[in-house]
Structure formats: C-alpha cells, structure tokens
C-alpha cells in the first residue's frame, strides 16, 4: 500500500511533466520516445539486477544462516532437524528439531551423504533403511535446499529495491535541478480546483472522454495477464514437470528435483523462474530492436494511425499464448518476443494524451497536465483491483494446488485451462475493444492539432475561434480566483444546464433540490459502504474454502470501490451546503450558465457530426403545417406570371437555398412578382440572391448549429422590430404600383398562433419595403418570377406568410401588426 501511494505520489507530477516540455506534438512525440527508449533499458537492468543481488547476498553471507553446505544439511536431517518452518516464518526458523524419524538414520550419515535422493544414479539404499524413512530424509534435504533458494530471492529483490531506490531520489533530484519549468504567467499561477471539479471537468474533453472505456480495458487487459503470467509460466509451461516424452531437450526434471539451484543435479531449462526471465528478456530485447520501427512509422502514417495499429498488435499478440501447452518453453520464449514488439510504441499512448491536453487549454484556458495524468493513472489502478484480484480467486476455485515448502505442484486440467483462457483469450479481447473504443478518437490529423494551437492563441487575446472538431465558434468564460472561491468550485461538483438554470431560476428551489440529491446520493453510497463492509467481514472464513474462496475477494473489490464512492459524494455533499449557506450571486451563476450553454451548444454540434440523436430541441418558429390543421388555415396560393422568352422555367431551390433564406437571403412572394411585372424598365441595382448549392460550406452541420444559435439570441427582438416598423409611416412619398388585395383575414378556427405570424408578416413586410429604383427595376420581374415560382413548387407556404413580400406590405397595409413591448412574445419566438 505505501509502494503504490509513493508511486502515485511521485510519478504524477513526473509523468505530468512531459507534456509541459514543449507546445509542438511531433517534437513531443519524440520526446516521449526517448523517454520510452530509456525505460526499457531501465527494465532490463531491473531483470538482471535481482541475479546480481543474489549473489551479493552470497558474497555478504546474509544467507549462510540457512544456506548450510551440503554435508550440514544431511547430518542436520539424519539426526531429526528439518528446515519446514522456515518458508512460512522467515529467518530465526532456519532449523527446527523433529525427531519423528531420527532413530532410523542414527549412524548412517555416511551411507546417506551418498544416497542419490534426485533418483538419477543407481545406488542401492542400505537395506535397513525403509523406504518411507528415506522419502522423508529427502523431502528434509529438498525443504532445507528450497529455503536456501527462498532466502536468495528475497535478498537478491531486497539489493535491488534497495539500489533502485537510491538511484531513484538522485536522478529525481538532478532532473529537478536541471530541467526547467514552463515559467508561471506574469499574474501568477492559478489556484488549483478541488478534487471532484477538477476530475468532472475532464469529462468535459470528448477526445479524453471517449478515451477512458478505452483506458480502462487496457488497464483490465494488463493487469490480468501481468497477475497471471508467473502462473501462466509455472503451471501451464511447466517446466519442473518436463519428462522425456514432452521436453523438446530430451530432458527429464524429475518433477521439480532438478530445478533446484543447489542440487548437484540442478539444469537451468526446469526452473521456472529462469524461463520466465528467458521470456522476458526475450519481450524486451524485441522491444528494444523495434522501437525504431515505430518512430519511422509515426513519420511516415501519421501518430494516430500509428497508435491504433498499436493497440490492435496489443490484443493480436495476447492470443497467441492460447496456442501454447506443456513444456513448449522454445514456443513460450517466442511469443513472449511478439508480446515485446507492442511494448515499445508505449510512448505514442503518452503522446496522445499530450494532444488531449492542449485540447483541454482550448476548452478551459488553462494547463492541467497533472490532473489528466492523474487521472489516467488512477483509472487504471481502479480497474486492476478487480482484474487482478478475480483470475486468482477464480484459478483458487478450480482447485489450485499451492505450493509445499517451496515445491511446485503440478496443476489439476481444470486450472491449467482457466489459466490459459484469462491470460489469453480474456486479456485479448480486453485489449481488442480497447483498440475498437479509440478508433473514435476526435483528434485525427496534424491540421486538428494546428487549430488548436491557434484557437488557444486567439482565446489568450479574448477572441473567439472555431472549435477544431465541429467548427462552431467558442470562447472561454474566464472566472477569477475570488469568483471560483465564492461559489464557481462549487456549483462544479455537479454538471449539467439544468442544475445551474434552477438556480438562477429560484436558488431555493434550486438548492433545496440539488441538496436532497446530495443526500440520496450520500446516503447510497454510505449503505453501498456499509454493505460491503460486512460482507468481507462475514465472508473472511470463505478464503480458505477453495470453492468459494472468490467471494470474500468480490466482497474487497466492492469494498475499494464504496470508499471511492463515499468520498466522492461526501465532497459533493459537502460543496452542497456551503452553496446553501452562502448561496451564489445571480450575476456568478448566471457567468456559470453561459459557460455551460456554450459547452452543451459544442457536445450538439459534435453529436449531430458523429450522426448521433440529438438532444430533444425546443419547439421552432417556423413549424410546418399539421397535417390534421383545418383546410382554410392553408394560405390562398397565388398564380406567378409565365416565365420570360427563352428563360428556362424556374426550378425547385435546393436544401442550401432553404438555407440561405433562413440566414436572411430575400424570398419573393407572389404579390411581389405581380406588382414588379407591372413597373416600367429601369435598370437593374442588385441581382437576387442565389439559392446555395447542397455541398456549400454554410450549408454544414456546423454552420446549420451557427444558424441556430443565432436565431436563438435574436429571438423576439426581432420581432418587436419589425412591429415597430410596420407601425411607422413612412419617411417619404413612395411611388407604387397598384395594390394586390392582401389575403382574406383567417377564420375564427384558425390558432392565435398562426394569427400572431401572419401579424409578424406584414410587420416584415413593412420593414422590407422597397425603395423605388428597386420597384422600377426591369430584370427584377423575372427573376422574382422565377423565385415565386421556385416558392410556389416547393410548397413553402408557411415561410412566405412569415417573411412577406416587400412590394405587398408597401401597397395593401390593409392587416398593420400591433407594436410588441419587450418581453411580449409568444410560444414559438420563446426559445
């Protein structure tokens, strides 16, 4: 426990380091290469330093309690005193007297000092010797020979831990001196958030959001095979238990009896421990030899591409262990090289990460490296509790047999195939929907990353800029230390528009409601606490139960995972009731909501790229008529003059045209091509607008979200304008043509709603009058007969009655909408 919270501790601001080294990502990306190059080479020395602690322990003679020479061992054993307890009870507990057995060998030291216990020479035991005697003096001396090596181990890991450490703090120290820091801006450094905002806020980024399912299968798939890979040596290679029949070195190991490094007999090939450093070392000289491999291709495909094919040869290599049986140690040594070849593009993981967090500067105008790494570390660890704590309760309840004084036993079928499964097929497919997750990773090219770059320049100047996945235009709320401090920290312990809208509404409805949430949740996760308590209290006996061993285990795992839960909602909880002691001003909750608003008006435009279902919208302005609407509610169409000699007839206008009229482009209605065709020739002022062609880029799904954005904040002043204008007279004496009879007032049946829009039409009607050049003009009959044609075929009725012609609303005012005060708008113009 203290090990992983030192590690914790330390590395993160470590890790979070890299990516403050510099702003540009291909020289990060080489950066972490290095950094990458350097570990591995780290990790061999890790691997040989234990072998040369072992014999510093030696040399030391920190072992020579227990590591007696041979002649010891047998006259230790022959009078009665065994090493048994040692295993269990560790130094003190070297030799322990037993004299269960030591009448039987009294003046027989000779004849036993000679005696082959490994069975591998013809000697015949004295025939006063019963066999089950001797079998004991040999389980003695293989007991004494297993605790000598035990003794090693533990020495030799202790040297290593010991030396790694010390290089640890002066290599620490020296990069702390010599590498400098990004300098701190002049106002200073910003004061950090809170735990539970600052891991919210993450949530936030969609290219680390989308990323964490990824994460988190990878951290499963990791930490199942790393538990299970010394087993998965052990128990399924085998090597103790070569025989002639199955050892490709023609090698019997007389189970386990020439694995012994004491033992006269001792070869290196049935060791266990020696073939899972042989595979090892294998993995990582592999690693070494293609780690430029990797870096040529980042060059030549592009990081990305170069990072999903990374994680896919990360499950691709993992199945290949189910192919692998016992005693194929050639076989296992093999595809632990191919296992090697992934490990060395761990840095393009590192890299990408460095990219999510310049995202994030977009986003927040702030640098929060160590909370990303923070919090992918953290994931992780979470998600290896369970992944490496289940594969062992689960190989324990198919009937594992543990070792006895240091002794490998060999396995029963069914644990030897759970092994392979898990080690396998289950941490492959772990790490195969991990590499299916992050094919949905947001930021796929170098031109992303340079819009980033710019966009936080822009926001660094208080501009705005376009948001590198979608387009729409963003820019960051900035929030003070004091405004955080007084109630921004707080309202972001829970997201979401809705919780901030209630309290600008009526923050006390609003808190009280946020505050009995609070509590459900709070209450909840001290049951999920409390549940789980007492479950691994009661269960603790099943742990020496081989068949139900595992749910003690489930029961710790739930346990880990309610603490997590409780202080979380305690925080939460917490920030609560400060809220409601010293609620938020109306001007900072209402900063916070229009921060929050740009954000959701982001994860939209993202969400109706990626072709998802969008977030149920208020209702429009502009509804399309009902099909069950009465009939006279239709408005009266109006004939449009036949086109002009040698014109083509007028075509219906595209989805871009429907477009470009929303954006403001001018529509003609029929009474306006009536009432130009009937004005003498003049020459022609403007050209009407075009329709927009289906693939222009205003009529992207970025642009569309734009457009409605805008429509929203222009809403009903809008509206109040044009009823200003229509109530007006006019400035001057206007020439016209003769007057088309406006349309006949709607029946009583008809909704005050299509009344109000009809009203809100001739306001704009009036407002768009023209001016008498534009009357006189002799290309604009045809055109705007065409344009009324176009109107015409389409059927969009309901967008002409609302925008009007402007030759219309000059002559016949006969139906002048009612000025609108502020405020006074009706359903459709509220959104």
């Known amino acids: 426990i203290c090990f992983v919270l030192m590690n914790t501790f330390c590395n993160v601001p470590y890790d979070a380091w890299g990516p403050e080294l510099s702003e540009d990502s291909a020289e990060r990306t080489r950066l972490f290469f290095l950094s990458g190059l350097m570990d591995g080479c780290g990790t061999v020395a890790a691997l040989a330093m234990p072998f040369i602690g072992f014999k510093i322990a030696k040399h030391w003679g920190l072992t020579e309690d227990i590591c007696v020479p041979t002649e010891e061992v047998v006259h230790k054993c022959s009078v009665g005193i065994s090493c048994g307890l040692y295993e269990e009870n560790g130094p003190g507990y070297e030799f322990a007297v037993n004299v269960s057995f030591a009448h039987s060998f009294a003046g ?340 992303m990353l340079d819009k980033i770059r710019s966009g936080v320049a822009a926001h660094k100047r208080g501009e705005a800029s376009p948001d590198p996945l979608t387009g729409v235009e963003y820019s960051v709320v900035e929030f003070s230390d004091e405004e955080n401090e007084s109630g921004v920290w707080d309202l972001e312990h829970f997201r979401g528009v809705q919780v901030v809208q209630a309290i600008v509404d009526n923050p006390t409805v609003g808190l009280a409601q946020l505050t009995m949430r609070a509590n459900i949740e709070f209450l909840g996760a001290t049951l999920f606490l409390i549940s789980s308590l007492l479950g691994m209290f009661f269960s603790l006996p099943l742990l020496w139960n081989a068949e139900w061993s595992v749910v003690p285990t489930l029961f710790a795992v739930a346990l880990g995972f309610s603490f997590i839960c409780f202080g979380f909602t305690f925080l939460r909880l917490v920030a609560v009731r400060r809220m409601v002691a010293t609620p938020p001003a109306k001007e900072l909750a209402e900063k916070v909501l229009k921060a929050r ?130 109530a007006a007279p006019p400035a001057g004496p206007v020439e016209t043509t003769p007057a088309v009879e406006a349309p006949a007032p709607a029946p009583a049946s008809a909704t005050p709603e299509r009344t109000s829009r009809r009203q809100r039409g001739a306001a704009a009607e009036a407002s768009a009058a023209p001016t008498e050049a534009e009357v006189s003009s002799p290309a604009q009959p045809a055109a705007e007969a065409e344009s009324t044609e176009a109107a015409t075929t389409t059927g969009d009725r309901a967008s002409r009655r609302r925008r009007g012609a402007p030759s219309e609303a000059a002559e016949a005012p006969a139906a002048p909408a009612p000025a609108q005060g502020p405020g006074q708008l009706d359903a459709e113009d509220e959104w």
């Not at 149920?616 to 399309?624: A, F, K, N, T």
Request: charged content about 15%.
């Open 597 to 726: 608003l740009q954000e959701k008006a982001l994860a939209d435009a993202r969400a109706e790229m990626a072709g998802l279902p969008p977030p149920p919208e208020e209702p429009r302005s502009d509804p399309s008529p009902s099909p069950s609407a009465p009939a006279a509610q239709a408005p009266v169409p109006v004939a449009a003059p036949p086109p002009a000699s040698g014109e083509a007839p007028a075509q219906a206008p595209s989805d871009g045209g429907r477009a470009s009229r929303r954006r403001g482009a001018p529509a003609a209605a029929p009474a306006a091509a009536e009432a130009a065709a009937a004005a003498p020739p003049a020459p022609a002022e403007a050209a009407p607008a075009s329709p927009q062609p289906p693939d222009s880029p205003d009529s992207s799904p970025a642009a569309t979200t734009t457009d409605r954005a805008s429509r929203r904040q222009r809403g009903g002043g809008a509206a109040a304008d044009a009823a200003t204008a229509a």
């Open 108 to 447: 027989y030291e000779k004849e036993l000092l000679g005696y082959d216990c490994d069975g591998l020479s013809t000697a015949t035991p004295h025939s006063i010797f019963e066999m089950q005697a001797l079998s004991t003096f040999c389980d003695c001396v293989s007991t004494c020979e297993q605790a000598c090596s035990s003794a090693n181990r533990a020495w030799g890991f202790a040297i290593t831990g010991g030396i790694f450490g010390v290089w640890y703090v002066l290599t620490q120290l020296a990069n702390c001196s010599i590498v400098q820091e990004r300098p701190a801006p002049p106002e200073g450094r910003r004061a950090a958030a809170p735990i539970v905002p600052s891991l919210l806020n993450t949530m936030k980024n969609p290219a680390f959001s989308t990323l964490l399912p990824a994460w988190a299968a990878d951290a499963v798939s990791a930490a199942v095979f790393l538990s299970l890979c010394p087993y998965f040596v052990m128990y399924v290679i085998a090597p103790e238990y070569q025989s002639l029949e199955d050892s490709p070195f023609n090698l019997d190991c007389k189970e386990g009896a020439r694995a012994i490094s004491s033992s006269s007999h001792y070869d290196r090939r049935c060791s266990t421990m020696v073939v899972l450093g042989a595979g090892v070392m294998s993995a990582l000289v592999a690693a070494a030899v293609s780690t430029p491999l990797w870096l040529h291709a980042v060059k030549k495909h592009g990081k990305v591409k170069t990072w999903l094919f990374w994680s896919l040869t990360m499950a691709v290599t993992n199945f290949a262990f189910a192919v692998l049986d016992k005693a194929w140690i050639r076989s296992v040594v093999f595809v632990c090289a191919l296992n090697g070849i992934p490990i060395a593009a761990k840095f393009l993981a590192d890299a990408v990460l460095a990219d999510i967090i310049d995202y994030d500067e977009y986003l927040t105008g702030t640098r929060n490296e160590a909370v990303y790494t923070m919090f992918k570390s953290f994931l992780p660890k979470v998600m290896a509790i369970p992944a490496a704590a289940i594969p062992l309760s689960v190989m324990n309840a198919m009937g594992h047999v543990p070792t006895e004084n240091g002794k490998i036993q060999y396995q029963p079928e069914a644990v030897r195939t759970s092994i392979k499964v898990m080690a396998s097929l289950i941490s492959g497919l772990a790490a195969l929907f991990a590499w299916w997750q992050k094919r949905k990773y947001p930021l796929t090219s170098d031109a």
